[in-house]
């Protein structure tokens, strides 16, 4: 009895002590530490999101500024820095000044929950778990195929699409396109048009369900769903049709389907245009 | 506990009929009279592999015109004719049915292929694995736990596909589930033991040495860069190709990531090797020589 009150109250102690300075949530006006990502780190959590020179770097709590500068200096992108410290800003343009990047990197003093970054095509990450998780509802509304890395703390329920361990834990997350709900899917096979009634179930890029069609229920196998790129397979007739493409809105999709193979393989169109919006994929549909 | 050593004694009693036997067979084979006579295929129920899974067990296997198909347990030749027919592979079937093998040569005579797809009345374990580059079965337990350790012996980079039934503890590289599992292994080259890294990155050569153990495709790896513990992270082998990361600190100032790829060719490893990223990148090539045991 007194032993599990030692327990509890040690529990308690514990708690006390290290959870204000470890969850800005709770105390607001302490933010995150500032650690500086080593070298090796900057450059794997880059390579993670395969930076190339066409992308917006967007780093949140950008510190010294190193991230930014290296995806400008190494890899030609631009970027954007947010930080909340006027001080690690001032030294973040400096530091861009030495490595001659200026024109194309931009340091703005801000909070990382209200900044503007909606433009990145990669955001950087290396952030408490309790700034991370409420930063996951904007960063899951970003544009679909907007890849982010985070550093050592990622998402809750949000499963990394790929997870890279150097020294630290790299986990790259690809803002999924919102296909959840009911299409009309028209796929043009070479044996004339089929349509069917299919439904999506969507968590995060995690994606299930299958088609209505006069002769009973197909189900989609191995579907996927990377940005707005999404791919299923649906067996019919004793033939598999290989479906690839991409949500080109909210409400359209479309892409090739393939059936037959090697020498047989056949080639042609499928289309499908949403019949009614589901929730947000926060929510298990 | 009656029921697995029915079917393994069933296994050996059958002289390893490599039938395609549906999963069916196994819930109801301890009411099969498993005795001396039983050793002709008659007894067996023979289904054949569903097109659809023919297909898919074809694709995953990657199966090209420079293939060689053996499939092992070919019932009536569908997987090794519609490899033949449909990706210009060429192949055999072994079968211990000799209707099913006569079967088997009268659909690639149908299908035009008689040419490249052969079968052949024989026990798989007296047929030679090593001349084919995809192995496709479709065994029970039993069988395959004793056909592991040949299947473990290929050519590395030799690929086995299997749809139900999985290689137990040896865990596949790939699959799929359209219908039914689908499973690809690729037999990975032999890599355990110490080996001898050359690393001739500028500014300095480094010396590496990586010791590597080895569970199937799963490999663990320690090393030591420049004669310092360096931790290997990422270890990946996939047939007779090898990856693997290791960050160099001697330098603590200056932290260095390596990026090592390249092949495997029995007590060599060669490739390339990529230190850091972007515009800062660069690349040289590596050898490695294992150590004799």
């Known amino acids: 009895m007194s032993g599990a009150r030692a327990i509890m109250a040690g529990a308690l102690f514990a708690l006390s002590t290290v ?29 993670v999101a395969s930076v190339a020179p066409g992308d917006l770097v967007a780093d949140l709590g950008s510190g010294d500024g190193r991230v930014v500068i290296a995806a400008a200096r190494d890899y030609g992108a631009r970027g954007l820095g947010i930080e909340l410290d006027p001080r690690l800003v001032e030294e973040s343009r400096a530091n861009a000044r030495k490595a001659g990047v200026t024109d194309r990197v931009e340091f703005r003093e801000g909070d990382v929950l209200t900044a503007d970054y909606r433009d990145a095509t990669v955001v950087t990450l290396y952030l408490l778990p309790n700034l991370v998780e409420r930063l996951k509802p904007r960063l899951l509304a970003m544009k679909p195929g907007t890849r982010i890395v985070a550093h050592d703390y990622g998402f809750s329920e949000w499963k990394p699409d790929r997870r890279v361990v150097i020294s630290k834990t790299y986990l790259l997350y690809v803002v999924p396109a919102q296909v959840g709900g009911r299409w009309r899917l028209r796929a043009e096979l ?19 369900g299958g088609a209505q069609a006069g ?16 791919s299923f397979v649906m067996v019919d007739d004793s033939a598999s049709y290989r479906f690839e493409g991409r949500a080109v809105s909210s409400l359209e999709m479309e892409g090739v389907v393939r059936t037959g193979l090697g020498r047989d ?15 947000p994929t926060d929510r298990e549909s | 506990m009656i029921r697995e050593s029915s079917i393994r004694r069933a296994a050996s009693l059958l002289g390893l009929l ?57 019932g009536d030749g569908r997987i090794v004719v519609t490899a033949a027919q449909k990706f210009g592979a060429r192949g055999m079937g072994v079968d211990l049915d000799p209707h099913l093998i006569y079967q088997s040569e009268e659909r690639a005579r149908a299908a035009g292929v008689e040419d490249r797809a052969k079968f052949v009345q024989q026990d798989l374990f007296k047929t030679d694995l090593r001349q084919a580059t995809v192995i496709t079965m479709y065994l029970l337990p039993g069988v395959v736990r004793k056909l592991r350790p040949h299947l473990l012996a290929l050519k590395p980079g030799t690929r086995i596909v299997s749809h139900d039934f999985d290689l137990e503890d040896w865990k596949p590289d790939r699959m799929t589930t359209i219908r039914k599992n689908v499973m690809l292994w690729i037999v990975p080259a ?17 010396q590496l040495e990586l010791e590597l153990t080895q569970r199937y495709q799963e490999i663990g790896a320690h090393s030591r860069l420049n004669g310092i513990p360096a931790q290997v992270w990422e270890p990946k082998i996939e047939g007779e190709r090898i990856s693997f990361v290791v960050v160099d600190s001697s330098d603590r100032e200056n932290e260095a990531t390596l990026y090592f790829s390249g092949r495997v060719d029995g007590d060599i490893m060669e490739g390339e090797v990529v230190q850091g990223v972007g515009a800062s990148r660069v690349t040289s090539r590596w050898r490695a020589v294992r150590a004799p045991r």
């Open chain 1, 190 to 208: 070479p044996d004339g048009p089929r349509e069917y009634d299919f439904e999506l179930k969507q968590s995060y890029q995690e994606i299930k």
């Open chain 2, 190 to 206: 032999p890599v355990a033991g110490r080996w001898q890294v050359r690393v001739p990155l500028p500014p300095i050569e480094r």
């Open chain 1, 215 to 230: 002769n009973g229920y197909l189900p989609a196998f191995e579907a996927r769903l990377e940005g707005d790129r999404i």
């Open chain 1, 265 to 279: 393989l056949t080639e042609s169109r499928w289309r499908a245009t949403r019949i009614l919006r589901e929730g």
């Open chain 1, 19 to 47: 959870a204000p300075a470890a969850s800005p949530a709770a105390s607001p006006d302490v933010p995150t530490p500032y650690l500086p990502s080593t070298s090796v780190a900057v450059d794997e959590m880059l390579r």
């Open chain 2, 18 to 74: 490599t039938l395609l036997v549906p999963p069916l067979v196994l819930a109801q084979a301890p009411a099969f009279p498993f005795s001396a006579e039983a050793r002709t295929h008659f007894d067996v129920p023979y289904v054949p592999t569903p097109q659809v899974t023919v297909d898919e067990m074809l694709r995953l296997g990657g199966v090209g015109p420079g293939d060689f198909i053996l499939d092992l347990g070919s």
